[in-house]
């Protein structure tokens, strides 16, 4: 992902990075890769922890172009369904086997967002989807008992990661 140029820190920068898709999907497809190394000793710590692996080639690629006029950033995206805990058909099985996985998801969620963050480059949390139905919304909604509130997710997000200047929202994707 690319941008022009804007100020951050008194500096024209540009920002660029890398877009990771999988977190939109992640609770209905647990034990595929995507930034979670599974501890599957512990149900409720089946994916707190971020994989070093894939964490660390991404700040490597990322650390590589960042100077005083690149802003480098990693934009993540999220489903507003599973930080809210709204169980949908497509993750109710793991979300029955698995104790607290919306809690889970929120945790490695964080946990990126720190070790991006610590590392002085921009996390981009993105609404890509409501819930993890087939069919995609064309605009953000208001909750349901299957799709997770836009509105309520923003506030929840707001609230956790406002003061992080280095915490971008992309209020919807998809």
């Given at each position: 992902?690319?941008?022009?140029a804007i100020r951050?820190?008194?500096?024209?920068?540009?920002?660029?990075?890398?877009?990771?898709?999988?977190?939109?999907?992640?609770?209905?497809?647990?034990?595929?890769?995507?930034?979670?190394?599974?501890?599957?000793?512990?149900?409720?710590?089946?994916?707190?922890?971020?994989?070093?692996?894939?964490?660390?080639?991404?700040?490597?690629?990322?650390?590589?172009?960042?100077?005083?006029?690149?802003?480098?950033?990693?934009?993540?995206?999220?489903?507003?369904?599973?930080?809210?805990?709204?169980?949908?058909?497509?993750?109710?099985?793991?979300?029955?086997?698995?104790?607290?996985?919306?809690?889970?998801?929120?945790?490695?969620?964080?946990?990126?967002?720190?070790?991006?963050?610590?590392?002085?480059?921009?996390?981009?949390?993105?609404?890509?989807?409501?819930?993890?139905?087939t069919e995609q919304?064309e605009m953000a909604?208001?909750?349901?008992?299957?799709?997770?509130?836009?509105?309520?997710?923003?506030?929840?997000?707001?609230?956790?990661?406002?003061?992080?200047?280095?915490?971008?929202?992309?209020?919807?994707?998809?």
């Open positions: 992902l690319s941008t022009t951050y820190n008194g500096k024209a920068v540009q920002v660029q990075g890398f877009a990771v898709t999988c977190l939109e999907y992640l609770l209905r497809g647990i034990g595929t890769e995507c930034m979670a190394e599974y501890n599957w000793s512990d149900a409720s710590n089946i994916i707190t922890t971020p994989n070093q692996a894939q964490v660390d080639a991404l700040l490597g690629y990322m650390s590589q172009n960042a100077n005083e006029h690149v802003l480098p950033a990693v934009r993540f995206s999220l489903n507003a369904g599973y930080w809210l805990d709204v169980e949908t058909p497509n993750w109710a099985a793991n979300r029955a086997t698995y104790p607290q996985l919306a809690e889970q998801y929120r945790t490695l969620v964080d946990r990126l967002v720190a070790t991006f963050t610590e590392q002085g480059m921009v996390v981009i949390l993105d609404l890509h989807w409501n819930d993890d139905v919304e909604l208001r909750g349901s008992a299957t799709s997770g509130d836009s509105v309520e997710f923003w506030k929840s997000l707001a609230e956790r990661y406002g003061a992080n200047e280095l915490v971008w929202f992309e209020l919807y994707n998809e």
